[in-house]
C-alpha cells in the first residue's frame, strides 16, 4: 500500500480514519463492557454487583483525571506522540485485561486501560480540528462525536455475541486495531511543533482528583450495604468533600492546572460542560439498569440482550450527523434541552411500563428509542457547544475537561444505581428498586434540560490570563 506525503489529501484522509479508528475503539469498549457485566460476575464466583462496578467506575475515575494532565502533555510535547503513546498503552491493556484471572487483576488493568484511553480520547479532537477551517470545525466536532454514537450502537450487539462465546474476547478485539493503528498512525498522523514552553501538568492535582471522585463512589457504592449514616460511609462522603476542595484550591493556585479556572469563566463552556455531566449521570444510569435488567430480570441471553438494546444507540449517529441545520435555526441550547426531555421521557416511559413479563416492542423498545432520539440531539450538541467556544490553542485541555466532566457524570450514575438497586431478595423488590433508578436518571436528564437551555444566552469571549495568572504562558 502508498501511503501518501504528509499534508496530501490521501495521508490526511488516512490520518482521519486512524484518529476515528482509536476513537471508536475506546467508545466500544466502554458499551461492550456493561453488557458483560453479568457474566463477569458468573465467571468471578458470584462476585456482587457493587464489586463489579468497580471494573466500570475504576476506569470511568481514572480516565476523568488524566484527561486534562494528558491533554497538557499533548499540547507540550505533540498531538501525534501523545495519540500514540494511549494507543499503545490501550492496546496492551486490553490484552492484559482478556488474561485476567480474577475481579482484581481486571479491574487494576482497566486503570492501565483508562490511562491509554485518556491519553487518546483529547489528542484525537486536537488532531481532527487542527488543520480545519473555523466554518467547518462544528461539523467535524459533530463527526468526532458521531464516531462514539456509531460505537455505541454496534457495542451493545458486538458484545453480546462475543460474550456468548467468552467474556475475554470483548477485550481481545481491540488488540489488532490498536496494532494496525499504531503502525499506521506512526507514518502519516500530522507532527505540529509542539510547545515545550511553560511547567508541567499539575500531577499532584490529578491525583486529589482520582482520590476525591472515588472516595465520592465508594461511598454511594457501599450506602446500601453499610448504610448511609455508618462511619464508612459518613467518612468517605466526608473525604470526597475535602478531596475535592484541596483540587479546587490546588487549581486555582497551580500555574498549569488539572482544570483551568479561566475557562470556567466562558459561559458557552462552562454551561455546555455542566449540562453534559448532568445529562450523563441519566445516559450512564440507562445503559448500566438497561443490560441488567434485560439479563438478570427477563432472563435474556447476551447476545439478545445486546440486540434488545441496540436500537436506541443505533439512533444517535444518525442525528448527530445530521442535525447541524436544526441547530442552526433553533440553537445549541434548545436543541440540548430537548434532548434531555426526550431522554427523561424514555426513562419515565421504562418506569412506569416495565415489569417482570418480557414484554419487548410494547414496553421496553419504546423507552429504548426515545432515549437514543434524545442522546442523539443532547450529547453531540453539547459537547459541539463546549468545543466552539474555545479558542484552537485550547482545543485539546478544553475538550478533556467536557470529557473529564462526562466521566465524572458516568460515576456518578452508575454509582447511584448500585445503591438504588441494591441487593433485592425478590421480584418485587428488584422491581422497585430498578423504577427508583430510572425516576431518579429521569430527574438527573431534566435539571440537565435545565442547564442546556441556558446556552441559548449569547456567550461572553474567552477572557485572556493576565501576565500574572496561574494560566499566563501556558498555550
Not at 253 to 261: C, G, K
Not at 277 to 296: E, I, K, N, R, Y
Amino acid at each position: 500500500m502508498t501511503v501518501g506525503k504528509p499534508n496530501s489529501p490521501a495521508s490526511g484522509r488516512l490520518a482521519a480514519w486512524i484518529v476515528s479508528a482509536g476513537v471508536f475503539v475506546v467508545n466500544l469498549d466502554l458499551f461492550i463492557v456493561n453488557v458483560a457485566v453479568p457474566s463477569l460476575s458468573s465467571s468471578f464466583d458470584g462476585a456482587s454487583l457493587a464489586s463489579l462496578s468497580w471494573v466500570l467506575n475504576a476506569y470511568a475515575i481514572v480516565f476523568a483525571a488524566l484527561l486534562v494532565v494528558a491533554g497538557r502533555l499533548a499540547d507540550r510535547y505533540g498531538h501525534r506522540n501523545g495519540f500514540l503513546l494511549g494507543l499503545a498503552v490501550f492496546t496492551v491493556a486490553s490484552a492484559l485485561c482478556a488474561l485476567a484471572p480474577g475481579a482484581g487483576w481486571l479491574i487494576a488493568a482497566r486503570v492501565l486501560q483508562a490511562a491509554g484511553a485518556a491519553t487518546l480520547m483529547p489528542t484525537s479532537l486536537a488532531l481532527l480540528l487542527v488543520n480545519t477551517p473555523a466554518e467547518r470545525r462544528p461539523r467535524a466536532i459533530r463527526g468526532w462525536a458521531a464516531i462514539g454514537g456509531i460505537a455505541a450502537g454496534l457495542g451493545p450487539v458486538a458484545g453480546g455475541l462475543l460474550v456468548q462465546a467468552d467474556w475475554r474476547w470483548i477485550f481481545l478485539v481491540n488488540v489488532p486495531v490498536g496494532v494496525a493503528g499504531l503502525a499506521a498512525g506512526a507514518r502519516v498522523l500530522p507532527d505540529a511543533r509542539p510547545d515545550r514552553e511553560g511547567p508541567l501538568p499539575d500531577l499532584a492535582g490529578a491525583a486529589l482528583l482520582t482520590l476525591g471522585i472515588g472516595a465520592l463512589a465508594l461511598g454511594l457504592v457501599k450506602a446500601d450495604a453499610w448504610g448511609w449514616s455508618s462511619p464508612g460511609v459518613v467518612g468517605t462522603l466526608a473525604a470526597a468533600v475535602v478531596l475535592g476542595a484541596a483540587f479546587w484550591m490546588r487549581s486555582a493556585r497551580h500555574a498549569a492546572p488539572v482544570v483551568e479556572l479561566p475557562l470556567l469563566r466562558v459561559p458557552a463552556f462552562t454551561v455546555a460542560t455542566v449540562a453534559a455531566l448532568l445529562f450523563t449521570v441519566a445516559f450512564a444510569a440507562m445503559l448500566f439498569t438497561s443490560a441488567l435488567w434485560c439479563q438478570q430480570v427477563w432472563g435474556y441471553s447476551a447476545i439478545r440482550t445486546g440486540l434488545a438494546i441496540a436500537p436506541g444507540p443505533l439512533v444517535v449517529p444518525v442525528l448527530a450527523i445530521t442535525l447541524g441545520p436544526v441547530v442552526q435555526r433553533f440553537g445549541a441550547g434548545r436543541t440540548a434541552a430537548l434532548g434531555c426531555l426526550l431522554f427523561a421521557g424514555g426513562l419515565l416511559w421504562w418506569a412506569l411500563a416495565l415489569g417482570p413479563d418480557p414484554q419487548y416492542a410494547t414496553t421496553f423498545l419504546p423507552g429504548m428509542l426515545i432515549t437514543g432520539i434524545g442522546v442523539g440531539f443532547a450529547l453531540p450538541t453539547l459537547v459541539g457547544a463546549a468545543a466552539a467556544a474555545l479558542p484552537p490553542h485550547r482545543f485539546a485541555t478544553g475538550s478533556a475537561v467536557t470529557t473529564m466532566a462526562r466521566q465524572t457524570g458516568s460515576v456518578l450514575g452508575v454509582a447511584v444505581m448500585v445503591t438504588l438497586l441494591g441487593e433485592p431478595r425478590t421480584a418485587h423488590a428488584a422491581l422497585a428498586g430498578f423504577r427508583h433508578g430510572w425516576t431518579a436518571a429521569a430527574a438527573a436528564a431534566g435539571i440537565a434540560a435545565v442547564a442546556a437551555f441556558c446556552l441559548h444566552r449569547p456567550a461572553a469571549a474567552a477572557p485572556q490570563p493576565s501576565a500574572g495568572s496561574p494560566a499566563a504562558g501556558v498555550r
